[in-house]
């Protein structure tokens, strides 16, 4: 059983060290405010949270949780430190990181003096990049020692909701951390040991952006079922009907489908149906302001594709894919068209491989080319095999994935530059001359 000790009792700090208490972890909570130091050691739990008073109560009757108002106690008396002081929004709207930089001051001097390895981790929320440049300078400072060599550090950030944070506790939805040495990777997996979760471990700044991506996908869930329910009682319909059979479908709307980050969305469906849905709001003066912000991200991404080809070497650029999506020769919407013709209105030579465009036009299926209106030419730049795509071109361009073109274009990716929207070779990261859209 591990010494930990927990910097802040708030929802997160309390919830944590009473958990951990039970779980069999000598405890020893630590904040500014005496009043909750006090509630603690008087076996009361300073907040309201369900089952938390028992919790705090069989804790400090068990002897292995306390609390103090003294930094050189906690640190002296644990081994392991998490870090859960409030990180409120500053007036600017960043990330406010005062209470967690003065923390880390704190606890970096009271490890100056420790002959015993500490490990330091931070649960509050941080936007990625604030341990590297912020939470580990204040540490090493302080301390004068080295992260990760003369002291532990890791990230592992708390998903609690409030009102089930007990219940969220022992039976986590997600368990992310990361961290800079092996000490602190391994007592991370021990506290977690026997909850029945999967443990990811990734980079410090992976699990940072884990956090606010968790966050902001259940603001933009309210917000979208929100709109969605406001458009329907305007049309006369159900508005949480239609969502709960909406989210009977966990094949594809409640499923990682469409959850993988890559290029725009296009089609026969989906922008005009976005379109049709925002239009009929607008009919009856209900705001769609989630619906316009999709059609405008999804603008801003092929924007972006654009933005990233210019910034690569050459003109001639071959590109895999061109219809809307890998299993089918339908052009109509297709973001990748769409690329196509803007770079070749800007003086590219563009070539494009596409097996399933080109068998329509090879076989004079009569829908050949139809829903293309923007690409010039579109059947004089087919390529028939890809080879000779990647032989004519000087940057790659890919869109769409093909069985067949998997190999050649891993290999091409060595030997010239490439901007891949669906990432070709799951293990490669944009280095050098290859661009990987979000990766
Ligand atoms: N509340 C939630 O449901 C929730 C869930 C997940 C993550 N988080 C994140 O966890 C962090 C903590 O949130 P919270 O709601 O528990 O905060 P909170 O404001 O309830 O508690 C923070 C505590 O830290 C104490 N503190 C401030 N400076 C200190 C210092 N130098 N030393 C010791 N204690 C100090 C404060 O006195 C306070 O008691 C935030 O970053 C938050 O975003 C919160």
């Known amino acids: 059983m591990a010494r930990i000790c927990i910097h802040g009792i708030g929802y997160v700090g309390v919830v944590s060290a009473a958990c951990l208490a039970k779980d069999g972890h000598d405890v020893v909570a630590i904040d500014v405010d005496p009043g909750k130091v006090d ?7 300073p907040i309201v949270e369900n089952g938390l008073e028992e919790l705090v109560k069989a804790g400090v009757e068990s002897g292995r949780l306390r609390a103090t108002l003294d930094i050189e106690d906690a640190i002296n008396s644990t081994d392991i430190s998490f870090v859960c002081v409030g990180t409120p929004s500053a007036s600017d709207g960043s990330v406010g990181l005062k209470y967690v930089t003065a923390v880390c001051e704190q606890i970096g001097s009271a490890i100056a003096n420790k002959s015993t390895y500490h490990s330091v981790i931070i649960r509050s929320t941080i936007v990625p990049g604030s341990m590297n440049e912020v939470c580990i300078p204040a540490l090493e400072l302080a301390s004068g020692m080295t ?7 890791g990230y592992y950030p708390e998903f609690l909701r409030e009102s089930t944070a007990i219940e969220d506790y022992y039976d986590p939805g997600l368990i992310v951390f990361g961290s800079m040495d092996k000490p602190t990777e391994a007592a991370l997996y021990a506290v977690n040991d026997g909850l029945p979760c999967e443990c990811h471990s990734v980079s410090i700044s992976t699990a940072e952006m884990i956090k606010y991506t968790s966050n902001c996908w259940r603001a933009v869930k309210v917000s979208f079922a929100n709109e ?3 458009i329907a009682k305007a049309s006369n319909v159900d508005g949480q009907e239609v969502m709960s059979i909406l989210c009977s479908d966990t094949k594809v709307n409640i499923s990682p489908y469409f959850m993988r980050p890559g290029f725009a969305f296009g089609g026969s469906c989906l922008p005009k149906d976005v379109r049709a849905l925002r239009h009929l709001a607008g009919t009856k003066d209900v705001p769609s302001p989630m619906l316009d912000a999709v059609l405008e991200a999804n603008k801003y991404q092929i924007q972006k594709a654009e933005t990233l080809v210019d910034g690569l070497d050459g003109k001639k650029v071959g590109m895999v894919g061109v219809s ?3 299993g089918t020769d339908d052009l109509r919407e297709s973001p990748l068209a769409e690329l196509a013709a803007r770079l070749i209105s800007k003086g590219y030579d563009v070539n494009i491989y596409d097996p399933n465009v080109s068998t329509a036009f090879g076989e004079e299926m009569s829908a050949a080319g139809r829903g293309n209106d923007v690409v010039p030419d579109l059947q004089a730049r087919l390529v028939p095999a ?3 795509l990647i032989d004519d071109s000087e940057i790659l361009l ?3 994935k093909y069985d067949e073109a998997i190999e050649p274009l891993i290999a091409a990716s060595e030997t010239r530059p490439m901007l891949d929207l669906m990432r070709v070779n799951p293990n490669k990261s944009s280095q050098g001359s290859y661009e990987g859209i979000c990766w």
């Open 228 to 230: 969605i329910g406001n």
């Open 39 to 45: 509630s603690i050691n008087a076996g009361k739990a």
């Open 147 to 153: 992260a990760g060599k003369d002291f532990g550090v």
């Open 386 to 388: 890809i080879s000779t």
């Open 324 to 326: 809307f999506k890998p």
């Open 398 to 400: 890919v869109g769409n």
